[in-house]
């Protein structure tokens, strides 16, 4: 599968018509030795191994869900309350996989949901929406995350701050804001437009659960089949061979977390119209919810190589498990301890897969 590549220490052309950057050391490659090695290491550091690896555990989850849960896990009303909250998460981990494939990370993410909602929902906004319509409030939102995200991306990319302490400042400091914005109040949506289309189906289908199937389906796209996806791989794998290949590579980091930003006002939008109400608690560990869904997905926690459809896989899986908890009325203590077991156990099958892959 294309999606997963690799950069490599040689400048990539990257903007050479219909160009990859084209690996050495990755399974596949041209020249590499993997002829010689094990066929079922290499299927399994294959995106077709992790992406069955992925399917089966979904399926393993559901299986120990229908058995614990029965009816309740497998009624029409939980299934979905489930698909409801993937989509929110999954709006967010999308945009998590641009970052983290970037050779970025950003634990802001939680912290600027709660901002974008609380931003969207103030009567001012309300107000505006009540008059010119419920666009409004979306485009209130999607701009106050793109604005949070374009702060986190030119400090990071121009500023030389770690991502790490960067976000992590912008976490308390948007918490704050929209603690301070909101008066530590639930604020009612209630234009009603609003609660009618994203509370609404189509054909069927929740709306919400919509708009994550078209965000992940464009960013599938965004990153396997355009310029931008093959810049913001070779930048993940070595941005030194990156800025010699021709790409600003700050100006492109920049842009990464822009686009993240702009997910999470989209995400805020989402729970907004799921619970009707703009808080400053929303959003709250989304970071560690997002981050873990693109670790279990397959993509590289350093960069240069990232999957959208194991990180849709990566979010429903999550999503499962903690609904099996909830059901198994196990605290979310043990809910915690278990999420950080998997990440723990993703990140060491991740690095044994690539040893394979090396050694291969």
Known sequence: MSEQTRGTASPPQIDSPGAQPVPQNVPGAAGSSVASGSVA???????AGRNVGLVVALLLLCVIGAITGGEQFLSTSNLRINLELAATIGVISIGMTFVITGGGIDLSVGAIVALASVWCTTLATQQYAEDYGFMVMVLCAVLVGAGVGLVNGVLIAYGGIVPFIMTLAMLASARGLAELISDNRSQVVTVQ???DVFRGDLLGV???VIMFAAVAVAGWFLLNRTTFGRRT????G???AARLAGIDVKRHTMWLYVLLGALCGLAAVMITARTTTGVSTHGTLYELDAIAAVVIGGTLLSGGRGTIVGTVFGVLIFTVLANVFVINNLTSSSQA???GAVIVVAVLLQARLARSSRAT
Do not use: D, M, T, Y
């Not at 290491?41 to 995106?47: D, E, K, L, Q, V």
């Not at 791989?233 to 993940?236: E, F, L, M, Q, S």
């Open 193 to 195: 437009s609003f609660r």
């Open 41 to 47: 290491a290499r299927w399994a550091a294959s995106g």
């Open 206 to 208: 929740p709306v919400l």
């Open 238 to 240: 070595n941005p030194e």
């Open 337 to 339: 301890i278990a999420r």
């Open 233 to 236: 791989i070779a930048v993940g």
